[in-house]
């Protein structure tokens, strides 16, 4: 399935290499003023060609708005957005119709679609097919931000080399947005370009490095989510999962939670102002599924890009035999550094389905 959401609903369509991509997006209140300015900034973090961190392709990535608004404001009904494919170089993949590239969806993709599939750069596996969510993630931000809370992301770990951790206390809204603003998303400058180096130097070995990227929360309002099975971590992995190449996510102190007594990782109440908070935030801002009103923390890994231009072994299995496969294409040397802006557009989305299933639709809504 391509369709996510319980009250606010996406579903992404399209393929890498196909006319166009895009997203239709169900549950957006009506009367939301859109920034476009802002929202094509917002795009343009995640879009191609922009260094030698990644792909050279190079694709506009306007979104054409066919429903749902009114000017630059929603109605409230289904909002489809399109965006074109322009720069396509599809006859660099013509023997993957049957020889699978290791790392990829080919394999499983011809089983599950019994070879009906578009292969072309990923086909409807892309990464190419993170732009409509950014896109959808873009407005879900803004709806966000007009109810005081704000998600910023940025690369936690690159190529072995880590950059300063988000203060999982004392986060705020200028720190959180900082890295956004950046060419090179870390909150540390010299970490960046460590990262930048080691991400060239897999370029010119034709080979690719993963990392991780970090995302806080600040502004959610607490007592939002629900126990069990639709919790606000259940919520948010199940859209981070959905971006192509991520292979884990913790919240808050995550796996190394384990290693800790309970006295150790234990958040302590205490009163700010009239206010409960924690004096730590080991939880990452979540007890019980629920938000507790600390900054939410958490934490995507990403594997490093599959299609790289050295030999690598495989099967024609459409021939059922072995054989040599050297990936040709355009491909990013490491996908982390766009992949900051993705994370940030999942983890909105979640958020602010979340915000409408526990306000209503008209909670959100903007009335004239």
Same mark, same amino acid.
């Given at each position: ?23 239709v997006i ?105 732009a409509p ?72 070995s034709t080979?690719?490095?993963?990392? @991780? %990227?970090?995302?806080? !929360?600040?502004?959610?309002? *607490?007592? =939002?989510?629900?126990?069990?099975? $639709?919790? +606000? ?101 490491? @996908? %982390?550094?766009?992949? !900051?802006?993705?994370?940030? *557009?999942? =983890?909105?989305?979640?958020?602010? $389905?979340? +915000? ?13």
């Amino acid at each position: 399935m391509s369709t996510w959401g319980n009250d606010l609903k996406i579903s992404i369509f399209g393929e890498s290499h196909g006319p166009g991509i895009g997203v239709v997006i169900d549950g957006l209140p009506a009367g939301l003023p859109i920034d476009r300015e802002e929202l094509a900034a917002f795009m343009a973090r995640r879009a191609p060609g922009r260094d030698k961190a990644s792909t050279p392709r190079r694709e506009t990535d306007r979104p054409e708005l066919l429903s749902g608004v009114r000017g630059d404001v929603t109605t409230g009904t289904p909002l489809a957005a399109l965006i074109r494919n322009n720069d396509t170089h599809s006859s660099d993949y013509g023997e993957l119709a049957s020889a699978a590239r290791p790392g990829h969806a080919d394999y499983t993709g011809f089983l599950r679609y019994a070879g009906w599939g578009d292969v072309r750069g990923g086909g409807h596996f892309s990464g190419r097919l993170t732009a409509p969510l950014v896109f959808a993630g873009g407005l879900a931000k803004q709806l966000l931000a007009r109810e005081g809370v704000y998600v910023g992301a940025h690369i936690a770990r690159c190529a072995g080399v880590a950059d300063a951790p988000f203060d999982p206390v004392r986060l705020d809204r200028e720190t959180l947005l900082r890295p956004g603003a950046s060419a090179f998303p870390t909150l540390d400058a010299a970490a960046g370009e460590r990262m930048r180096e080691e991400i060239e130097a897999a370029r010119m070995s034709t080979d690719s490095v993963g990392g @991780v %990227v970090e995302c806080g !929360v600040v502004g959610f309002p *607490a007592g =939002v989510g629900s126990p069990m099975f $639709d919790g +606000l971590e259940n919520r948010i992995a199940s859209i981070v999962f959905g971006i192509p190449a991520v292979k884990g996510l913790e919240f808050g102190d995550g796996f190394a939670a384990a290693e800790l007594r309970g006295s150790e990782h234990n958040d302590p109440f205490r009163l700010a102002d009239g206010k409960v908070v924690t004096e730590t935030n080991h939880a990452g801002g979540i007890l019980g599924g629920i938000s507790s009103g600390m900054p939410i923390l958490l934490r995507a890994a990403f594997k490093p890009t599959a299609s790289i231009a050295k030999p690598q072994r495989t099967v024609d299995f459409r021939e059922n035999a072995e054989r040599e496969l050297v990936v040709k294409g355009r491909h990013d040397p490491c @996908v %982390v550094v766009r992949a !900051v802006p993705v994370v940030e *557009a999942a =983890v909105s989305l979640a958020l602010a $389905d979340a +915000l409408l299933g526990a306000k209503g639709y008209e909670g959100l809504q903007n009335r004239k």
